[in-house]
């Protein structure tokens, strides 16, 4: 494993605080995601499902968790399946978990092989009131390919047609809002190989380099500090193409006096970070960049403080868009008219600021969130506000982290030079 994993004591935690939320006689059941093809032999890299994680710490495909407070039999009350080592196994791909080490890593007792999996389901599911299983409920989450778990409520509805079946995902979204101490550690680690990364591109950048190699350079450091990579695909992009919001081509060059956007985030041990700057090609911001900079930091700024516990985010971003709304005023974006007549339906601020404030972070990039809730102490959320000016060229966007507390928030990212002074003397080097 490259990584350091968190403390099996985190996932202990996990399951017991699921185990709180579900009613008499409930057992979950969980998969692994399943390992998608690409073309002929070809496979994508593997990428585990975060609400078994977050329950687990498995970091392996074919692994099942069932969770069974109200089982009879202690040992059932919570028993991990994992893949078998055969030797064809071994030879091709190499040694998998063994019973002992998935035990040391997730801190559940009973720990079988996958292939007694079915044997047990079917002994247990007969003791169940009600199933509780996994969707992925995300508002924003493409729902194209089956997955395991999808395929897995097929069965058991055929299987066990009389069953009460219960969504898994509202609970997962309730517990992993609030941040546990492990977690903001893993995240605190993930944001300062994000920060050696920029460090390393603020030296690297200049005039004539292609956004391709600006990615590289955070593909070495990320990768030199043990990350298996980028969080995300990595955004690079330089002078008008910073107007696409998620581009990812990163094939052209960085031209002298435009400005380049880099939305980055490394991961460490499945947790996240999210970071953007936007930065001069060559080290010096023009006259406008620096108003339009300034007017997106004070923005930033804004929304740090309006960020509290007890708020809507739908409340909050309100507010920070009423505060963006000044700030294009500033800038001769909008006229006196324009915010005079703004309304929810058809607001002006949307041309030059058309996305979300801010977003929950964690093992997901765009992290699960109960529904409707507020903010809470505990809670992390990236703040990246962002001015887009089509008629320019030019599109500036700024992001950092933050930990919710309950007297004023914690900038995670605040080793990262930000304001535009300390970008300067950051390239200047």
């Known amino acids: 494993m490259r990584y350091e994993p968190a403390d099996a004591a985190l996932f202990v935690r996990n399951r017991a605080r699921l185990a709180a939320l579900l009613p008499p006689g409930a057992m979950v059941v969980i998969h692994a995601n399943d390992i998608y093809p690409t073309n002929a032999d070809g496979i994508m890299p593997f990428k585990q499902n975060a609400n ?34 055969t030797e064809r196994l071994r030879i091709w791909e190499g040694e998998k978990l063994t019973l002992e080490q998935a035990h040391n890593l997730s801190g559940v007792e009973c720990v079988k092989l996958t292939t007694t999996f079915e044997a047990d389901f079917q002994r247990l599911a007969l003791q169940a009131e009600s199933l509780f299983l996994e969707t992925n409920e995300h508002p924003r989450a493409e729902a194209s390919a089956p997955t395991r778990n999808d395929r897995f409520i097929a069965e058991c509805k055929a299987k066990f047609p009389l069953h009460q079946y219960g969504r898994l995902a509202p609970l997962m979204a309730q517990l992993r809002a609030i941040k546990a101490p492990e977690e903001i550690a893993m995240q605190r680690h993930a944001i300062d190989i994000t920060e050696a990364g920029f460090r390393r591109v603020f030296d690297f950048l200049q005039p004539g380099v292609g956004e391709w190699e600006v990615e590289a350079e955070f593909t070495h450091e990320f990768l030199r500090r043990r990350s298996r990579g980028f969080a995300y695909s990595p955004i690079v992009a330089s002078g008008a193409n910073a107007l696409c919001l998620h581009y990812v081509g990163n094939e052209q060059r960085c031209g002298d006096g435009e400005l380049v956007l880099m939305d980055i985030g490394a991961e460490w041990g499945n947790w996240n970070a999210d970071l953007t700057r936007t930065v001069p090609a060559n080290g010096r911001f023009t006259p406008r960049q620096r108003a339009v900079y300034d007017a997106v930091l004070r923005v930033f700024r804004f929304a740090d403080k309006t960020l509290r516990p007890g708020a809507l985010i739908k409340d909050y971003t309100i507010e920070v868009y009423n505060c963006m709304a000044e700030e294009l005023a500033q800038l001769g974006l909008l006229s006196a008219e324009d915010l005079k007549h703004r309304t929810p339906e058809k607001d002006p601020v949307r041309q030059y600021f058309m996305h979300g404030v801010s977003h929950p972070l964690g093992l997901d990039v765009h992290d699960v969130y109960p529904s409707n809730a507020p903010i809470a102490e505990g809670m992390v959320f990236t703040i990246e506000p962002g001015i887009y000016i089509t008629e320019e060229g030019l599109g500036i966007r700024l992001e950092n982290n933050f930990l919710v507390g309950k007297n004023g928030n914690e900038d995670l990212c605040a080793k990262v030079p930000l304001e535009a002074e300390e970008i300067e003397e950051a390239m200047k080097r």
């Open 52 to 85: 078994l994680y977050y329950l687990s710490g498995i970091d392996q495909e074919d692994t099942t968790l069932i969770l069974f407070p109200s089982a009879t039999e202690e040992k059932d009350r919570a028993i991990l399946f994992v893949r078998e080592t």
